[in-house]
């Protein structure tokens, strides 16, 4: 089976540029996270969708980020404009349907620099 | 490739001997558990998880322990090898319709030939 496809796989940026990522779930799974991390900590979840719907994003800072998936498979996070402080990894992850506490399975992530 | 390692507690033994990973974690609410292993450039990968309706999941050379009195958890490796070297993260969940996983701060493995 297909794991999660994320690109592109590594982006540098002038700050106050804009930034797109992509992320192709595993077929099937209805579940999708989008996560941020700075190097040297864990994933910070930024958004959840579960098909097209948001979940939660309550971390997500939306002055600059949004994230869509239109129709509830692929999905696109853009940061617009970016701050320096927005170097990180962008970690894309999907869970099946099944409901209630379910593995997530990660993308390889696009690694984001931002001079 | 570079290193998320950077900053994080790091565990170094030698090749072939038992390694254990250990992680507080924050809600006495959580229930259910997962152990991630990421290598540099990667993503994390699904290690192994554990409910909170039980102490002790084995795998294969892996072995979670959950104590919940002291919100711990453990992951011991058996006979480790170099291809274990990378960092392990810890994730709760929080329970509900969410699926929302809180992840620790991770721990370097570093496998001495």
């Known amino acids: 089976e297909a794991g999660v496809a994320q690109s592109p796989r590594y982006k540098i940026i002038e700050k106050r540029q804009s930034v797109a990522f992509w992320c192709n779930p595993i077929?099937?799974?209805?579940?999708l996270y989008w996560y941020q991390q700075i190097l040297g900590q864990g994933p910070k979840l930024l958004i959840q969708?579960?098909?097209?719907?948001?979940?939660?994003d309550s971390q997500l800072p939306k002055d600059r980020f949004s994230a869509e998936r239109l129709k509830g498979v692929d999905s696109t996070l853009k940061i617009q404009p970016a701050k320096l402080e927005d170097s990180a990894v962008y970690l894309c992850?999907?869970?099946?349907?099944?409901?209630?506490?379910?593995?997530?399975?990660f993308g390889p992530g696009t690694r984001l620099t931002v001079l | 490739g570079e290193s998320v390692g950077l900053h994080l507690p790091t565990l170094s033994v030698q090749e072939g001997d038992n390694s254990i990973i250990n992680c507080a974690y924050s809600?006495?609410?959580?229930?259910?558990f997962i152990w991630y292993k990421q290598e540099s450039g990667k993503g994390p990968q699904f290690i192994i998880d554990?409910?909170?309706?039980?102490d002790k999941r084995q795998g294969q050379r892996v072995t979670v322990l959950l104590n919940k009195t002291v919100k711990h958890l453990s992951l011991q490796i058996a006979a480790t090898q170099p291809g274990d070297s990378a960092v392990y993260f810890c994730?709760?969940?929080?329970?509900?319709?969410?699926?929302?996983?809180?992840f620790g701060t991770g721990t370097l493995l570093a496998v001495q030939p």
């Open positions: 992850a999907s869970s099946p349907p099944t409901g209630g506490t379910d593995t997530q399975y």
């Open positions: 554990i409910r909170s309706n039980m």
């Open positions: 077929s099937g799974h209805a579940t």
């Open positions: 969708f579960q098909n097209n719907g948001v979940v939660d």
């Open positions: 994730a709760e969940n929080y329970g509900g319709a969410t699926n929302k996983l809180i």
């Open positions: 809600n006495s609410a959580s229930d259910y």
